[in-house]
């Protein structure tokens, strides 16, 4: 039975990935009204997360980023079932990539690079830019349990353009293979997810101790792969600016810990800028700092 539910929910995505933009954007306007008003959706979260991190902001400012994250929420969703059936005309009126240049001067001198992505704006797009560059694309990804046939959804979807994703646990084994091969990679990790308890990097982060991957830090140590940040803005209902920044050019003349403080530290600026389209009702602050675990001071000098 649960077999068949998923194959339905597969076919209705697929079905919903063929309508028209006008009609994508009225079903979220629906979903929006389900997620915050009838569901309340992690509203308890989504609220502290918003608390802790701004605590300047008053109650009027927090009510008025929340409903514009659940309405971004609700978009997002939309916007990653119809990209599974976008043509190429449809992204290139929708996603503007800039700072191509920076992607053709690795890949001229045969150097792989690490890309720091986040879950700001919309992040599912990002495999379409395999259409205009030569390195290897590389989406990470966490797997999707229980629902083989939903996973198979995403992951078709995410490659159509040529790109290829590779399961978190096999990231570094990927990097390491793509930093000696004839075709350069271009390995995107979206660096700002939560990572286990026991995770040996923390440092303080909009106002709160918080622990980060070491993943991307030993990835471009290892391989002394350039760390590039991809940022997405948004500009317009289902549409957005894709833009590139050079963090770590030599990553092996650096102490580890700058290249994740670089890209924390320009995350950060991010989310304050545009708070309202970062994923806020992820659990980011779930655990603790265990007290034998160091924190990292911002200040790297």
């Known amino acids: 039975?649960?077999?068949?539910?998923?194959?339905?929910?597969?076919?209705?995505?697929?079905?919903?990935?063929r309508l028209p933009f006008w009609v994508i954007w009225g079903m979220a306007d629906i979903f929006y009204v389900l997620l915050y008003y009838v569901a309340r959706y992690r509203r308890k979260v989504v609220h502290e997360n918003l608390?802790?991190?701004?605590?300047?902001?008053?109650p009027e400012e927090i009510r008025k980023i929340t409903k514009k994250f659940y309405h971004h929420l609700s978009d997002l969703g939309l916007e990653t079932i119809k990209f599974n059936q976008m043509t190429e005309k449809q992204i290139d009126e929708r996603l503007i990539v800039h700072d191509l240049d920076i992607y053709e001067e690795y890949y001229n001198q045969g150097k792989s690079i690490v890309l720091l992505g986040q879950h700001h704006n919309n992040w599912e797009w990002s495999g379409s830019i395999q259409q205009y560059i030569k390195a290897q694309y590389l989406v990470v990804y966490n797997p999707?349990?229980?629902?083989?046939?939903?996973?198979?959804?995403?992951?078709?979807?995410?490659?159509?353009?040529?790109?290829?994703?590779?399961?978190?646990?096999?990231?570094?084994?990927?990097?390491?293979?793509?930093?000696?091969?004839?075709?350069?990679?271009?390995?995107?990790?979206?660096?700002?997810?939560?990572?286990?308890?026991?995770?040996?990097?923390?440092?303080?982060?909009?106002?709160?101790?918080?622990?980060?991957?070491?993943?991307?830090?030993?990835?471009?140590?290892?391989?002394?792969?350039?760390?590039?940040?991809?940022?997405?803005?948004?500009?317009?209902?289902?549409?957005?600016?894709v833009f590139h920044y050079k963090l770590i050019e030599n990553p092996s003349e650096v102490k580890p810990e700058e290249i994740l403080m670089a890209y924390?530290?320009?995350?950060?600026?991010?989310?304050?800028?545009?708070?309202?389209?970062?994923?806020?009702?992820?659990?980011?602050?779930?655990?603790?700092?265990?007290?034998?675990?160091?924190?990292?001071?911002?200040?790297?000098d």
């Open 1 to 17: 039975m649960s077999s068949i539910l998923d194959r339905l929910v597969v076919l209705l995505c697929k079905l919903t990935a």
């Open 51 to 58: 608390v802790l991190s701004f605590p300047e902001k008053s």
């Open 144 to 241: 999707v349990r229980k629902n083989k046939a939903l996973e198979k959804f995403i992951l078709d979807t995410r490659e159509r353009f040529g790109a290829k994703s590779i399961p978190v646990n096999h990231s570094v084994r990927t990097a390491l293979e793509f930093n000696n091969a004839k075709r350069p990679g271009a390995l995107i990790l979206a660096a700002d997810q939560t990572p286990p308890a026991n995770s040996q990097f923390w440092t303080t982060f909009l106002n709160q101790e918080t622990a980060f991957f070491a993943g991307p830090m030993k990835i471009a140590i290892k391989t002394n792969q350039p760390v590039v940040l991809h940022h997405t803005r948004k500009v317009g209902r289902s549409k957005y600016e």
């Open 264 to 300: 924390i530290q320009k995350l950060e600026e991010i989310i304050q800028t545009e708070p309202e389209y970062w994923l806020w009702s992820h659990r980011r602050w779930k655990h603790k700092r265990p007290s034998n675990i160091e924190l990292h001071s911002r200040n790297t």
